[in-house]
């Protein structure tokens, strides 16, 4: 038994399809994608990571907007009706309210990247404002960062054009601003990859990303995978949960997910082909963190041909990706908000405001508060989090801890609770695919990925530092 919808539902597939992937689509691929690759090994990072879109990402794609259109509900709403409808209880609202927060973290340091990403609008318009080598464009990004003000500014602009939007409703606001921004987005997207492969090194880029170095591969390297997964996609996040319960009786789950899950995929690849040739063309390096969005990229941008139009139209693209993916983030807290009796506009200004607040904190731990949180709070108020500052923190729980673990929850609750005759009925999928689906949400995505966060946060020493806090660590 199905409950009737509190809200309203997409006007198109078109829609649906434009605001979800929009919602996938933002600065994980263009931000942290291209740093992560960098980072753990280059093609053997990719080949994980596609592994992981496969087999976990794609059938939690799934399992998400089952859940939503399930419930026909918030998040929460959603997850917990589901459980109770199958016979099982409302605890399983956990996973919303897993999701919700993670979301609400992420959507706080979310906009303050964001706002450096505006920043950088004006100055890619202005002649020669990266020229003079990575150390001036470097002490740029340097200036803006350390600079409480500035930071805040630009992350309060982002914040308010992000709350606009949602003020406005589904179809008035999110679904009208996916219909602009997504076809011009993906316009943009192929004209700046067709500038970096001309003016860069396009074999070595193609090297980089798809020869695999397993010898650089651990648990570390695996987890970043899925993390990154989870992160750019949104599973996890609550976000298509919460999209899936706008959704109507036609839409097609299976079909959705593929499209979701792939356009993503193909976008994190293009920004690795935006980004690399023009690093690798000047010997640069390709695993410096932000250091490779704000800097690296920046000088190598600038010793290209068309510089001005190449610079701004890739930081034009970054914002059109990042404000499609924080609206999806604040409309989480929006929909359950409305259930609990909110204006939609009340809302949006009391949620906004609470993120804005965090995002200031987020903003300052870049400058005023950059110390770790152990220097801030002492080492035994917050065991584990080591030299972490407030944005790596919040960071490393989000997208290493809660997506995680909500990806093993909704796989617990669609493998087990609901019944193979509900999901079959939500999904239509041919026998074999039904089979397969459910193995994995019962069986390998609990145990894979249930595995590699014990691992991984035991070997970040975060879980270790936590089981000792409460005793279950037997030492």
Sequence with gaps: MQVSSVHQHWSSRFAFIMATVG??????????????????????????????????????????????????????????????????SGVWGIIGWLGMLSSFVVVSYYSVIAGWVMAYIPKAIMPGAFDGGVDVVGGHFNSLISSPLQSIGWHTLFLVITC?????????????????????????????????SSNGDFSATVDFLFKPRW?????????????????????????????????NRDAHLPRSSFVISFADTGVALLAGFAVFPLVFALNLPADSGFDLLFKTLPHAIAASSFAQLFGTTFFVLAF????????????????????????????????????????????????????????????????????????GFTDFVATKVFMPLGGVLIAVLVGWVVSRETAQSELQLPIWA?????????????????????LSTAQDGFGVDLLAMVGLNGG
């Design 23 to 88: 919602a996938a689509v933002g600065l994980g691929n263009f931000w942290r994608f291209p740093y992560q690759a960098g980072e753990n090994g280059g093609g053997a990072f990719v080949i994980i990571y596609v592994g992981v879109i496969l087999v976990v990402a794609v059938p939690l794609v799934m399992s998400e907007l089952l859940i939503g259109r399930r419930g026909q509900r918030s998040a929460v709403g959603s997850a917990a009706d589901v459980g109770r409808q199958e016979g099982g």
């Design 164 to 196: 606009f939007i949602v003020i406005r409703g589904l179809h008035n606001g999110i679904e009208r601003a996916a219909t602009i921004l997504m076809p011009a987005f993906f316009v943009m997207l192929l004209f700046v990859v067709y500038l970096a």
């Design 434 to 454: 039904f089979k397969l689906w459910r193995f994995l949400v019962r069986f390998l995505i609990p145990i894979a990925v249930g595995g590699l966060l014990i």
């Design 320 to 391: 059109f990706a990042a404000l499609t993916s924080s609206i999806a983030l604040l409309e989480i807290i929006i929909s359950w908000a409305e259930e609990k009796g909110f204006t939609r506009v009340k809302a949006v200004i009391f949620f906004g405001g609470l993120v804005w607040i965090v995002g200031v904190f987020q903003a300052l731990s870049f400058n005023s508060m950059g110390s770790s949180m152990d220097a801030l709070f002492g080492p035994d108020v917050l065991p584990g989090v080591g030299s972490r500052n407030v944005f």
């Design 215 to 247: 010898a650089e591969v651990n648990v570390s390297v695996v987890m970043a995978a899925v993390s990154q997964a989870f992160f750019s996609i949104g599973v996890a996040t609550a976000i298509l949960i919460t999209y899936g319960a706008y959704l």
